[in-house]
């Protein structure tokens, strides 16, 4: 006896070999380690990328540097690094990392400087409450590093200054509810927590010169994505990459 199939169950089979054939095994997924300093930069490039390349998602996981590089060292799955800092990238194994852009220390006051900070020097005068970010941070080794230049010493307020999550946006808030008169950070971290209200000013520092962190990229050995890591790369040092991220307060570099 011959069976006759009805048209639906022609039509549903073809929906079902379609959908199979065009979402198979055509997507690809790019896994990116990177700084939680670049979340907002990373997170736009990462879409602009995605529109360039139908078929391939990229998949970032933000976080501190030195805590990603361990991830890698244990055999974490990704495909692409971007550390702040040579230690972190020296510490994940990854070879021929590439310097994309550079973050500077500043002094974030509040609107209209009111303790009249202008220098490092007056982070040490009578009365001067000052932030710093924790040592693990990398705001929070700069500091470290520039005020021992300087030869100034302050004594940080708040009772978690020495908590393992005391970042710049943690200490730029004691600046904006008015428990501290400065902070020393990056000056992306200032850019992302008071371009918006003007509530933050800015001073620069250039005898802080050599409190700069670099920040650099690299492909992790193993990855079977070598073709599209290296498109990423060439994503973030582009005319674009240095538009996005000169946008959000770092330096470009194309070296």
Do not use: W
């Not at 009111?114 to 000052?130: C, E, I, Q, T």
């Not at 004594?155 to 970042?167: E, I, R, Y």
């Amino acid at each position: 006896m011959n069976h006759v199939t009805p048209p639906a169950c022609v039509a549903l089979a073809l929906v079902l070999l379609a959908a199979i054939g065009c979402g198979g095994g055509g997507t690809q997924t790019l896994t990116v380690f990177a700084d939680a300093s670049l979340t907002g930069t990373f997170g736009s490039l990462g879409k602009t990328f995605e529109a360039a390349h139908p078929g391939v998602a990229v998949r970032f996981d933000f976080g501190g540097s030195g805590a990603l590089a361990q991830r890698i060292v244990r055999g974490a799955p990704t495909d692409l690094f971007a550390a702040a800092g040579t230690a972190a990238m020296r510490e994940s194994g990854a070879p021929s990392p590439r310097v994309f852009a550079r973050d500077s220390l500043q002094i974030a006051v509040p609107k209209g400087n009111p303790a009249h900070v202008a220098s490092l020097k007056d982070l040490a005068a009578p009365g001067v409450r000052v932030a710093l970010c924790a040592e693990p941070a990398p705001c929070g080794a700069g500091a470290r590093t520039a005020l021992a230049a300087a030869g100034v010493t302050v004594t940080p307020v708040g009772p978690d200054q020495n908590s393992p999550d005391q970042n710049g946006a943690k200490a730029l808030a004691k600046v904006r509810l008015g428990e501290a008169d400065a902070a020393l950070v990056y000056r992306t971290d200032i850019r992302a927590a008071g371009a918006a209200d003007g509530a933050l000013e800015a001073v620069d520092l250039p005898e802080t010169a050599g409190a700069v962190e670099d920040y650099l990229i690299a492909t992790v050995p193993g990855t079977e994505r070598l073709a599209l890591t290296r498109e990423f790369v060439d994503l973030v040092l582009s005319s674009e990459g240095r538009k996005v991220l000169a946008a959000a307060g770092f330096t470009p570099v194309t070296g």
